[in-house]
């Protein structure tokens, strides 16, 4: 019998006269929901393990060891708690909660991920799940409605609707500090002060070894290192990520928020996404922890705006596209992928992926450093992910979809909620200007400016990197799509006075970056 299920049992308690839920993968809490205002006796959970979701997609090691830990960790938590607890491996989630009928309707906080909610409809459909209010969101949908009735879905617009409502950072009702963002004061290189912190470690209890055994075996062939001492498995770990993050991130979180740099990957960002993602860490204790410390304004406003804008933004988009299904009203022109996902292009693009995502190296040097970082850690910060690899990938017309489910499966804090509507919806465009104003697209200035991974490369940004011919050229090739894109109307005035000379370079080296990089060959100068 293996640790974990030798440590359930011996928790196991007498099941009669409780109230039965289930707790899907991603809800691993008793902060809110029902857990948290029943007695323990009182209560029974459900939580399923189910191999062909973990098979569905080459999810990165890391992932699947992060849930996998998490939610067995959480299990012997609420059994300790004197929580009767039913863990049920099943090849599917409908499958295993049909094991327990005998235990009645189960409640079930509402699931945050669509692809999970469309394979449990039936049981909501025939009563044998009841579905309730998820509790872990900070905002509602009349929240999002009120702040985009009748205008463009904005996150600014959003974002200030809820921080007034809230009565977030304001005074008097008016913005403390004078202003209600301070993003364009949070774009500081980093140059190697003050000191970037290295990212924590946990120790390793039996339960960690073993999944990370499992993961290493039955799911070997999946990518990614596994690395167990990176993983923040019990409630003590999870509590001591946040105090780090606490600690020696968000007081110089802010400046450097869209700094990059191959000296430190993480920098000051607070590598609490994965635990938020699986309400591990409730966004409420993070939101009060946050605003009750003594921080530079920038710094407390650009972390606030990240959890409680953005986070928040994104899955109300989802929600309202249905996972992009339904764009203003209609089903996209597009249509869906084989597994469901949308497969909007509002510029056309569907260039395969290039293997330089898969760790094939490229002879860009920030796509490299990005991507090996990326399959080491499953992860990389949020400017990395827009500015190298949704910003090359873009310029280089790959596929939304193909983008977008790479994403998912190599970020340890992706769910489609999450993804969809950063790649589709932001990072490439694909939405067109349904949530953001502008594709958000570079050259090499952007990223010699931003990072130090220009330094290490064998292109010179202001002379050979093919980044900024590949943004003219991606321009060049758009025009007529980005013609009514109002924030465009700079960059395509620039773009229309380049010469013929220089519009034929441009569409050159596309064309050989484009075929080189699909061969999975190295760029030279």
């Not at 062909?52 to 059994?79: C, D, G, I, N, W």
């Not at 599917?92 to 909610?117: H, N």
């Not at 869209?258 to 430190?264: C, G, K, T, Y």
């Amino acid at each position: 019998m293996s640790v974990f299920r030798e440590s359930l049992d011996a928790h196991r308690v007498d099941e009669s006269g409780r109230r039965w839920f289930f707790v899907p993968y991603d809800q691993l809490t008793d902060a809110v929901g029902p857990l948290s205002r029943t007695a323990p006796r009182e209560l029974g959970i459900v939580l399923v393990e189910c191999p062909a979701k973990a098979a569905r997609r080459p999810y990165h090691k890391q992932k699947l060891a992060l849930v996998l830990t998490s939610l067995r960790h959480f299990a012997l938590e609420q059994a300790a708690r004197g929580v009767a607890v039913r863990h049920v491996v099943d090849h599917s989630y409908a499958a295993a909660l049909g094991r327990v009928r005998e235990l009645g309707p189960l409640g079930v906080m509402r699931p945050a991920e669509r692809e999970l909610r469309a394979e449990l409809e039936p049981l909501f459909e025939s009563g044998a799940l009841q579905r309730l209010p998820h509790e872990g969101w900070l905002t509602t949908t009349e929240d999002f409605l009120a702040a985009t009735r009748g205008r463009a879905w904005r996150m600014d617009a959003f974002y200030r609707h809820v921080r007034r409502r809230l009565g977030i950072l304001m005074e008097g009702g008016k913005p403390v500090g004078g202003k209600l963002s301070f993003d364009e004061d949070n774009r500081r290189p980093w140059r190697g002060e003050p000191p970037a912190p290295p990212v924590p470690t946990f120790p390793v209890d039996a339960i960690t070894r073993e999944v990370c055994a499992l993961v290493a075996g039955s799911m070997g062939e999946h990518p990614g290192t596994l690395t167990p001492e990176a993983l923040p498995a019990t409630a003590a770990d999870v509590e001591a990520a946040w105090a780090w993050a606490k600690a020696k991130c968000l007081p110089h979180f802010g400046p450097f928020e869209d700094a990059m740099s191959s000296r430190s990957r993480n920098l000051f960002h607070a590598r609490i996404a994965p635990l938020l993602n699986l309400q591990r860490l409730s966004a409420h204790q993070v939101l009060h922890d946050a605003l009750a410390m003594d921080l530079p304004l920038s710094s407390q406003e650009g972390f606030v705006r990240q959890v409680l804008g953005w986070r928040e933004f994104v899955r109300h988009v989802h929600e309202a596209t249905d996972g992009f299904r339904v764009v203003r009203g209609e089903a996209p022109p597009c249509g869906d992928a084989v597994d469901g996902g949308s497969r909007i292009s509002f510029l056309g693009a569907a260039r395969p992926l290039p293997p330089a995502y898969w760790g094939k190296r490229s002879g860009l040097a920030c796509l490299d450093d990005v991507v090996a970082g990326v399959w080491q850690d499953g992860t990389s910060h949020h400017i990395t992910r827009l500015m190298v690899l949704s910003n090359i990938a873009t310029l280089l017309d790959v596929s939304p979809r193909e983008l977008t489910d790479w994403f998912w499966a190599a970020y340890i804090d992706a769910y489609d909620w999450v993804v969809e509507p950063n790649v589709l919806g932001m990072g490439t465009f694909a939405a067109g200007d349904l949530m953001t104003t502008k594709p958000y697209v570079a050259g090499a200035a952007y990223i010699h400016r931003m990072s130090d991974h220009c330094e290490g490369c064998r292109f010179d940004p202001k002379t050979t990197c093919p980044l900024t011919p590949l943004y003219w050229a991606f321009l060049g090739r758009h025009r007529e799509a980005l013609a009514g894109v109002d924030r465009m109307k700079l960059p395509m005035a620039s773009e229309r006075k380049r010469t013929a000379a220089q519009h034929a370079n441009d569409a050159a080296t596309f064309e050989r970056v484009a075929a080189a990089l699909s061969r999975g060959e190295e760029l030279d100068p």
